[in-house]
């Protein structure tokens, strides 16, 4: 009897251990996941009602939902550039959209966000999409080692494919080398001029699954039936299939975290939901009813579900830090016809606000933004202004490091923001889009500009205009009224200060 009770005991107190959360530490691991071109009305708990987001709801649920949460800039590379730097794109040259074959953009010498969380011992990686160059110049040999790279940016680990899933070449990086590279079949790409003689979109329309925009251009070299941006040549075992790009990145973060887990770790998940082309998964095809961008947030949402799933196996979940957001607003046509107007029904990418990816107005910087920590931050929604510019600051307070002087110049300290400590964000910050806006204290002002009011090719609203805009985002959110006229001094300070900022 008395061996049965001890056995139970046992039994009782083994169970207890395994499925015991690691204590929570000042130090947690965090996970940034990045999707790309993801809008602020494109989840559940951002105010969809046409997609359902159920696990990324629960994400927004457990931690801080930011209603005031921005990338820098409405494009990709410049919005990464200052996540990763901690400066402003529009400060350095050369940080506009990359061709698939640029030289790598972020300099190695200087404080990085992955270079802070190294420094203060954590293991550190990107997997996902990268689009900040790679190398030292335009002419590279993809068939030997590429560097500098995400390893000289201060990632240990990277798993990654170089620009976006529109552009060449087609394949995924494992630190400095393509993944499964063919000696008998070697890469080349070129963005100037065809090379080999393999089918392009242009030429050969009839082989495409899913047809290019016109005049959106992505109608060079023909991968997986997607006409692409830019011009490749072999490693045709190389390629990536579309459906399974996501679930690749899926494996690998999983597995980065199984194997690092017992030390802090950071992750840079990047991953391509919602961008063109919107190839998902099969079990995820045809299901939001809302055509494929819907079906790849659909997988979005599942893929950080399953991180979630894994972090509670191992028993992470309190003592990680999950950090959500995405690195411009939300564009229906960007390149291919995938029924993305079509099949809207009714949905709004991005939800009350004006504009979408490529503008000035709210819907090209503000998007979704969670912060999740089970085991230090209480549920809430804040209304904080905050920046993914501001990660490399407010983790070097965090984790009690240092920034150099001049690194990471326009990153400001919010830790007590994205802890859930305060309500104060930035008082002042600057919009990339078309060109720049400013924002202080809720008012957003906009410089008269020569630049066109509708991208057309996307159909969005830039932003720019001939008069000067100045819009209360405190009671108008929509940037319906513009209160230019009416205000004329608030005008002249926020123009003043937009030049103070650009010349400091
Ligand atoms: C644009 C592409 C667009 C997309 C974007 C990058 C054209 C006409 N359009 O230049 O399809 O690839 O670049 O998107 O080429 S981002 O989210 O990476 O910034
Ligand atoms: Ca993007």
Redesign the pocket.
Known sequence: MRKKILTLLFATMAFSVSAQQKPTTDRPNVIFIYA??LGYGDLGSYGATKIKTPHLDRLAASGIRFTNGRSTSA???P?RYALITGEYPWRRQGTA?LPGDAALIIPTDKTTLPKVFKNAGYKTAIVG?W?LGLGTAVAKNWNADVKPGPNEVGFDYSFIFP??A??VPTVFMENHSVVGLDKNDPIEVDYAKKIGNEPTGLENPELLKMKSSP????NNTIVNGIGR?GFMTGGKVTRWVDEEVSTTFLYKAQQFIEENHPQPFFLFFSLTEP??PRMPATPFKGKSGLGLRGDAILQLDWTVGEIMKQLKYLGLEENTMIIFSS??GP?LD??YEDEAIAKLNGHLPAGILRGG?YSMFEAGTRVPFIVSWPGKIKPQVSDALVSQLDFVASFTKILQQIIPKGDARDSEDLSDAFLGHSAKGRAVFVVQGAGLAIIKDGWKYIPANKGIAINK??NIETGNAAEPQLYNLKTDLAEKNNLAKQFPKKVKELADLLTAEKDK
Do not use: M, Q, W
Not at 215 to 218: F, R
């Open positions: 790309d071109d494009t990709c590379t919005s959209i999409k689009h620009a976006t529109d552009r005049n959106h251009g992505h941006i961008h063109v690195d411009n564009v960007d390149g990816k090719l996307v």
